[in-house]
């Protein structure tokens, strides 16, 4: 589950479901923001044991999709409590809401910790 490029309908996905920490996740977000595609998404999950820098950290992802005119699903209670417009508590609540909003025609980089279980987004909502 590290870095795999996935065709679904007519987006691309870079599935990243393996890790996700600070220094990883900076360089998956600026990677996606450097490739030549007009539409962006990351559905990012939590960074697990940051300890004590957790909310610092998670913020400065917030503000780097920001920057980079991302647009942002977050999954994950830390995500969710820093951004609640943007977040989901959960990949149930994300399926949810990617149901009745599909990704379409776009560049998706889904990636976060393990134990956020982004393997399990639908990619039938990503077309």
Known sequence: H???IV??????VIADYYNANPTSMT???LNLAHLPHPDKYAILGDMLELGSVSEQEHRNIISLCQQ???HPIFVGKI???LSPNQAFEDVEQANQHLASHPIRNAMVLIKGSRGIHLEKISLQNIQ
């Open 2 to 4: 590290r870095s795999q």
């Open 79 to 81: 995500f969710h409590q």
């Open 7 to 12: 065709k679904s309908g007519g987006s691309t």
């Open 68 to 70: 980079h005119h991302i």
């Open 27 to 29: 360089a998956a977000i």
